[in-house]
């Protein structure tokens, strides 16, 4: 997983417009009610699952269990 091209694998949209890189981790890109996909897509969202961030979580997770919603959403700056 930690080698996969640098495109997300889904992006999730909830419905209050959250955007996710997936909708199976607990990070959030931004909300579409405020910008559009593809000015998420152009400011970091391609990056996808290669973010330091997301690659630390998937490292430090024991199991797919502690990867999903066992903590409160946390926004991600994708930009980074």
């Known amino acids: 997983l930690l080698n996969r ?36 897509w152009q400011n970091g969202l391609q990056q996808g699952l290669n973010h330091p961030t997301i690659l630390k979580s998937l490292r430090d997770s024991k199991d797919l269990y502690s990867l999903t919603f066992q903590k409160p ?4 700056d994708i930009n980074s």
């Open 5 to 40: 091209r640098a495109t997300p694998l889904s992006v999730g949209i909830f419905a209050n417009g959250d955007l996710s890189i997936t909708a199976y981790l607990n990070y959030i890109v931004g909300n579409i009610r405020q910008h559009t996909l593809s000015y998420y």
């Open 73 to 76: 959403p946390c926004f991600l």
